[in-house]
């Protein structure tokens, strides 16, 4: 039996999988009522930052106080599926014993590639947020990690991307990875420490997170293993795909999530 923890990222109360394998867990739970669930402003975390870090504090948090073998997030309305479906989605998500058979072969887990086929990773952002925020955290990655520029080319120039800060990694390589994404977010909150963005906006280190994955996943050639994810809630796709279209053609930036 693998010792993974997969943390889900939830700032309410909701519906849980029933197993040990998973640790729902209060992000943003800093100065908010107890929700019974773990909180990630207990030991060494960045709870406080939650308005603009999204479920980052929650893998911050797994960062500084799991000890585990591996490591992984989801949230609480986005899960990885199991290959059985199941017409309750709570039994549709990925459980132990499957997860044992990937992790024999992959260190990495990721969901499977989210695809924009009319747009690349670089002219998505720019069209549905705020691109110098994407720009910044370029400049700091290419002035702090050089060896990296290849690798963040390549990946905005891609036409997707693995999406949601949702991943299972062998700790070494979770410890790895945290230890280069907050050395630049860091860096990057001290250059927008003045600058005022509405509360959806302001979430951009979440969303910059999402495209630094890749890029330090193709910098380092880890093999990993994509996994289908599961909506717990129903998607309004209509509006998902207008709004794409409006920030394509028409340069009106999202205002809120899906």
Not at 182 to 200: G, Q
């Amino acid at each position: 039996m693998k010792d993974v923890k997969i943390v889900i990222a939830t700032h309410k109360k909701y519906e849980m999988p029933d197993s040990d394998l998973y640790l729902p867990l209060h992000v943003g739970a800093e100065g908010k009522d107890d929700l019974g669930y773990q909180k990630d402003n207990t030991g060494k975390n960045i709870s406080k930052k939650n308005p603009f870090f999204c479920e980052l504090t929650g893998l911050y948090w797994a960062w500084q106080n799991l000890d585990c073998d591996y490591v992984g997030l989801a949230h609480y309305r986005r899960h990885f599926a199991a290959k059985k479906k199941n017409k309750d989605k709570f039994k549709s998500v990925i459980m132990q014993e499957e997860l044992n058979k990937y992790l024999e072969d992959y260190d990495i887990l990721v969901t499977k590639r989210r695809n924009y086929y009319i747009e690349t990773v670089y002219s998505h952002y720019k069209h549905t947020h705020y691109i110098e925020t994407l720009d910044e955290t370029i400049k700091i990655i290419n002035k702090k990690y050089p060896k990296y520029q290849k690798s963040v080319d390549k990946v905005l120039k891609q036409r997707g991307f693995h999406a949601f800060n949702m991943f299972i990694m062998k700790k070494e390589y979770f410890d790895d990875y945290c230890k280069w994404l907050f050395d630049i977010l860091f860096e990057l909150e001290k250059k927008f420490k003045n600058v005022k963005y509405d509360a959806f906006h302001s979430r951009f280190y979440g969303r910059v997170s999402e495209i630094m994955l890749d890029i330090w996943l193709d910098y380092h050639k880890y093999p990993y293993k994509e996994l289908p994810f599961i909506y717990m809630e129903k998607i309004n796709w209509w509006k998902k795909g207008t709004s794409f279209l409006k920030a394509k053609f028409f340069g009106k930036k999202y205002d809120g999530s899906f």
